[in-house]
């Protein structure tokens, strides 16, 4: 299975763990920027603020995010690796490294990353869930080795196709970049997000948030879902009755829709004619497709809490999805890039985990 890096770019989190009035000024200039996609220039601000405060571990960590935004792999685990040295009882530095080394496939070393930070935050949810994801991909490649020494494994031909179903051929580890951390002390008890009042104080647990999978687009606003579809697609928190935004979500319920009453020539219609599937032609694609959903004798797909972002002729839609067949019985994050063409919003790329 492929591996897509572009699954695990950097979510950048609204709100930074404080520790001086400066600093913040700082942080919220850097984050702008950072938000804004000018990148280089606020990599220039953090070096600055590091010349004056070299062992800051704020903005050593935003630098680490910045540089993996910018696709500075090697240079962004050098960053996360010191801090795990200077700071090793903070979590989110190991997380990250997982993430950045999920994306390079070295699965192994993600495992052991997240180990750490679940082993320094035991109630750390991010990393518990993002281990999971590894100990999926670890379990596909398994399974995959397995069929090279014996084709007739069924066994272990029905187990990789439920992994691959769950993980989508995509990278299993997520990113879930945290609020930069604050020079240490005790953590809480219990994770929050509100910020630190003063330099010695631990940073908040991670607040993940969703992210373009490229470089950062200006921030959008999320909207509701209507009311629930066949597909029984679950209703997210009011905000604006934006008519295009409500276009998307109909158009998603409707492939949800499809999905669920197995009507596979309807299900394949909401995918637009320059959708790529993560692996193989998409002819292949589309067969298989359609074994898969006329197989199961029953097919239930609940969209859960969809969060749309709208830039012109495109959308993007990231939501849980939760798929209940007869055969399986799982929980996913899912986004979707949907463009607009002749009147109709269709489905241009589909991300699974992440």
């Not at 890096?5 to 400066?22: H, Y």
């Not at 998307?248 to 197995?262: G, M, T, Y």
Request: a positive charge; one cysteine or more.
């Amino acid at each position: 299975m492929k591996l897509r890096a572009s699954a695990l770019a950097c979510a950048i989190v609204a709100g930074f763990a404080l520790s001086t009035p400066a600093l913040a000024d700082d942080l919220g200039d850097i984050q702008r920027m950072i938000r804004a996609g000018q990148l280089n220039e606020a990599l220039q601000r953090v070096d600055a603020g590091l010349t004056s405060r070299p062992k800051d571990a704020q903005l050593r960590f935003t630098r680490g995010i910045i540089l993996t935004e910018l696709k500075r792999t090697n240079d962004a685990i050098a960053v996360f690796l010191k801090l795990t040295e200077d700071f090793p009882e903070l979590p989110e530095p190991y997380n990250n490294l997982a993430v950045l080394y999920g994306s390079m496939g070295q699965y192994d070393k993600a495992r052991a990353a997240l180990e750490m930070a679940i082993r320094t935050h035991p109630s750390y949810a991010t990393a518990h869930e993002n281990l999971g994801d590894v100990y999926a991909r670890l379990a596909s490649q398994s399974y995959d080795k397995a069929l090279q020494l014996d084709n007739g494994n069924t066994g272990a031909q029905v187990k990789l196709s439920m992994l691959r179903e769950l993980i989508g051929g995509r990278p299993a580890t997520r990113t879930a970049l945290a609020a930069a951390p604050a020079a240490p002390a005790a953590r809480p008890a219990t994770p929050a997000s509100s910020p630190v009042a003063t330099a010695p104080a631990r940073p908040a647990a991670p607040v993940p948030a969703a992210a373009p999978a490229t470089a950062p687009a200006p921030a959008a606003k999320p909207v509701p879902t209507p009311a629930p579809a066949p597909a029984a697609v679950a209703a997210a928190p009011a905000a604006s009755a934006d008519a295009s935004s409500k276009d998307v979500l109909d158009a998603v319920n409707a492939w949800a829709s499809a999905w669920s009453s197995r009507d596979v020539d309807r299900y394949l219609a909401a995918y637009a004619t320059e959708f790529k599937p993560p692996r193989g032609t998409r002819a292949a694609w589309a067969a298989e497709r359609r074994q898969r959903i006329e197989g199961k004798q029953s097919i239930k797909v609940t969209v859960l809490a969809p969060v749309v972002t709208l830039q012109g002729d495109t959308a993007r839609v990231s939501f849980r999805q939760r798929y209940d067949s007869d055969r399986l019985d799982v929980e996913s994050r899912k986004t979707l890039i949907m463009v607009k063409s002749a009147g109709r919003w269709l489905i241009r790329e589909e991300r699974s985990g992440g």
